[in-house]
């Protein structure tokens, strides 16, 4: 018995040998070494383009910048949650830009009062976000607007330390980009200072110019959400008009460690989702072979859906007499319900 299953596994041989001298690459991005003046050094970027960037050469996109975005860093997973995009269509197609972290705990990092304790604890300097900031700025994103065919409107994301980064930006620097995307952010550093804080800094915030921020947070601990709940309050009493801002905890599904993809998924859909139809069911799943549309619902099919003449709902209310709602141009409010917040989604 042993010889005959030992001649099998040789008679298998051949073919994962095949296996393993044939087959193509499968690309997600290009990586790029840029040189940093800022940084005195040559910094990765890898970029991923949305599949309407060939198709449509005379169109331009949006920008999502992706903090610890490097080819062994986030890059991959948010890259695979944009290409998803391009089979369900739930949110609008962005070029994506990931920017790898070298020494994160200090590049992603704002000073802090006691730099030696922190310097300790991290096994770095803290405190280089803002050079980390200028080069952002002041080189990598004229580079990106001049190689890429870019709209103008930019996002940042980033998870944890990188959060905290992007709510620091929010908070110093609003004007450097359109759109935050803080996925439960390091509150708690420097004894939670950019939440106690929060309300002067919002003092500041420029007019002119809509920003918007989507925050979400885990089942964090002590000053990690103590934090996150400071800055929310500060928002819900100080948060000026042009800025529009939304709060989705999940602490009772989502831990620190699996925050990301969920969360991020959910706020490309929150900040660019689409309008949707839904449709009678085809003959094969009990539908009709072949539909009569009413004058009403012939009406709502010349209509080209955009998020301006799209009803609000989410997937679980339109279930409720679906019928009416056919052939209506839907934006579903998809994922998580956010806890508060202005923004609408």
Do not use: K
């Amino acid at each position: 018995m042993r010889a005959f299953m030992l001649s099998l596994l040789m008679l298998a041989a051949p073919a994962s040998a095949q296996l393993s001298e044939q087959g193509e690459p499968v690309s997600i991005g290009t990586s790029y070494r840029v040189r940093s003046l800022v940084m005195d050094e040559e910094r990765t970027i890898t970029v991923r383009l949305p599949a309407e960037y060939a198709a449509e050469p005379d169109r331009r996109f949006p920008v999502v910048y992706l903090l610890d975005g490097g080819p062994g860093q986030d890059f991959p997973h948010i890259a695979g949650i944009a290409q998803s995009r391009e089979i369900n269509f739930s949110f609008e197609p962005f070029i994506l830009v990931g920017v790898e972290s070298v020494n994160r705990r200090h590049e992603l990092t704002p000073t802090a009062a006691d730099p030696a304790r922190y310097a300790a604890a991290l096994g770095t300097e803290p405190g280089g976000s803002a050079d980390y900031r200028m080069w952002l700025r002041d080189e990598l994103m004229p580079q990106i607007d001049t190689a890429y065919r870019t709209d103008g409107h930019n996002a940042v994301i980033g998870e944890s330390l990188a959060a905290l980064f992007v709510v620091e930006t929010l908070l110093v620097q609003p004007e450097l980009f359109d759109d935050y995307i803080a996925i439960s952010p390091s509150m708690w550093w420097d004894e939670m200072r950019f939440g106690r804080d929060a309300v002067d800094y919002l003092a500041r915030f420029p007019a002119g110019g809509e920003r918007r921020l989507y925050l979400t947070v885990a089942n964090e601990g002590m000053w990690h959400r103590e934090g996150i709940e400071r800055l929310v309050d500060a928002l819900r009493d100080h948060s000026p008009a042009n800025l529009r801002w939304t709060f989705v905890p999940v602490e009772a599904s989502e831990t620190h460690g699996t925050l990301l993809h969920p969360m991020a998924l959910d706020a490309f859909r929150a900040l660019y989702g689409t309008p949707d139809r839904e449709y009678p069911s085809p003959a094969l799943m009990g539908g009709a072979d072949d539909p009569v549309y009413t004058t009403q619902e012939s009406a709502r099919l010349a209509q080209e859906c955009t998020r301006a003449n799209s009803r609000p709902t989410t997937p679980g209310a339109s279930a409720q007499g679906i019928e009416r709602l056919y052939y209506e141009c839907l934006l579903y409010d998809l994922g998580p319900r956010p806890r508060e917040g202005t923004m609408v989604r």
